[in-house]
């Protein structure tokens, strides 16, 4: 069995999307309910934040310098001086939904899913979007309850996908040309005493790791 070390001892409420910047040297990370966006340098243990004003579900780096998040309101480009610009607000109609994890596909198009605050209640409020280069977002999965964790197989070729309280992860056939997913089908069963699986990454050799929810382990 591996053995976990601490990276940083945050106290997060629910922390959650570690992404490492490779030019800055830094895992960018959020704290939901704190709507924090954590900047953290392993090799001196310092850690820096902004403060969003909403719960924030990811936040991934941008080609041009910008860091772009999914808020509880929207999706925003946040400035070096930590203020929201919120492009796209899908859910509007939808105020008890929130915006929940996300990840940039091999071909740089983002994927993000939402969730009903109160999801237990109000199961299958969610749905799974795509944004793509010109900032057209797309809905393309609905009725999900808890969208979390993604990937993509080395080649690119298969996505991975959570929503949690399934208990299961989904594969999708994946096209690189246009960001379309097709041949839904559930690759892994997960037992409820592990915990629901949360979020997810993938290796070089194509193993899926994936942390679970009241668990307390990785996969």
């Known amino acids: 069995m591996l053995a976990a070390e601490l990276l940083y ?10 992404v490492w910047d490779t030019d800055k040297g830094e895992l960018m990370w959020v704290d939901i309910e704190r709507g924090e966006l954590h ?12 403060e969003l004003g ?3 579900g990811m936040a991934v780096p941008t080609k041009d310098g910008k ?26 109609g939808l105020p008890n939904n929130r915006f929940n994890d996300g990840k940039c596909a091999p071909d740089g198009r983002l994927w993000v899913g939402s ?18 280069a010109d900032l057209t977002l797309t809905r393309c999965l609905t009725e999900i ?17 959570i929503d949690s309280p399934t208990y299961t992860v989904a594969a999708f056939d994946y096209e690189l040309q246009n960001g379309r997913i097709s041949r839904r089908r559930t690759i892994i069963e997960v037992p409820g005493e592990h ?8 290796d070089v050799e194509g193993m899926l790791w994936i942390a679970h929810w009241d668990g307390g382990n990785v996969s």
């Open 195 to 202: 915990g629901a699986p949360d979020g997810m990454s993938i």
């Open 9 to 18: 001892d945050a106290k997060a409420i629910l922390g959650e999307g570690p």
């Open 39 to 50: 900047f953290t340098r392993p090799e001196t243990g310092t850690d820096r934040k902004m």
């Open 67 to 92: 860091i772009l998040v999914a808020l509880e309101n929207g999706l925003a480009f946040i400035g070096d001086d930590g203020t929201p610009e919120i492009f796209a607000d899908p859910e509007a």
């Open 115 to 132: 969730m009903d605050m109160d999801y237990e209640t109000n199961e299958n409020a969610g749905s799974l979007y795509r944004l793509d």
């Open 145 to 161: 309850t808890v969208s979390n964790g993604m990937a993509w197989a080395p080649d690119g070729r298969t996505m991975y996908y």
């Open 54 to 56: 909403a719960k924030v």
